[in-house]
């Protein structure tokens, strides 16, 4: 499986950009990267996903390295509802849609 | 659109009861989830069901859980006897190539706590 690495934890100011790196330097060509996160107490919550364009929605941007290697996701006004666990998570075509998730980033934003 | 619904959302026993987990996908999709979580810890996968076929079942404690997607919809999880490390969030995902373009979705998760 295609593992990814994120820093344990990250600070934001309140209306600022959060922009939470993940490295997934043994990605595949046909390995697609996804986001999701974890606010306490729920279950993890899709945000977006991507194979190598940057895709943008109304939650957020990701932006993918040209070498696919790494990639970074940007929350573009941080409000306190947006502290939570973040996941990076590679998926591989045609295996059953399996995720790992790994431990994630924790993500406080401060007022 | 209901999202997943998973019941109860807490439970607590004592080490070598029977315990069970109830999902409810949303409408349409084929492919249910079961992870466990532990805590500081993202989901693991425990099963994946395709329909009503069990396709992935390699992490699932096969000597005292047991999962059942009867008529391809609904899902229960059973553990017995349970242990103490046992107590964790157990988490129902689902999701549907045609409709939702493989996009996980998830329940609250039922947290059990095993004394």
């Known amino acids: 499986d295609a593992k990814t690495t994120q820093p344990p934890s990250m600070d934001c100011a309140e209306g600022r950009a959060a922009n939470l790196p993940c490295n997934h330097s043994?990605?595949?060509?046909?390995?697609?990267v996804y986001w999701y996160r974890q606010i306490h107490s729920q279950g993890p919550q899709y945000i977006i996903h991507g194979l190598k364009n940057n895709e943008t929605n109304e939650m957020a941007s990701l932006i993918i390295t040209e070498d696919r290697k790494s990639s970074t996701l940007i929350l573009p006004h941080a409000t306190l509802r947006d502290t939570a666990v973040y996941y990076c998570?590679?998926?591989?075509?045609?295996?059953?849609?399996?995720?790992?998730f790994g431990t994630g980033t924790s993500l406080t934003v401060i007022p | 659109e209901a999202g997943v619904v998973q019941s109860p959302r807490y439970k607590i026993i004592e080490k070598k009861q029977p315990v069970a987990f109830w999902c409810n996908p949303i409408s349409g999709h084929n492919t249910l989830y079961w992870y466990l979580q532990n805590l500081g810890q993202g989901p693991e996968l425990l099963i994946r069901y395709e329909n009503e076929e069990a396709v992935d079942d390699s992490q699932l404690p096969k000597d005292r859980f047991s999962a059942e997607r009867l008529k391809g919809v609904d899902s229960t999880l059973k553990i017995q006897p349970a242990e103490l490390g046992d107590s964790a969030v157990y988490l129902c995902?689902?999701?549907?190539?045609?409709?939702?373009?493989?996009?996980?979705?998830f329940g609250a998760g039922t947290r059990l706590s095993v004394l």
């Open positions: 043994t990605i595949s060509g046909n390995e697609y």
């Open positions: 998570i590679v998926r591989v075509v045609g295996t059953g849609n399996q995720f790992y």
């Open positions: 995902a689902s999701s549907s190539s045609v409709i939702a373009k493989n996009i996980q979705y």
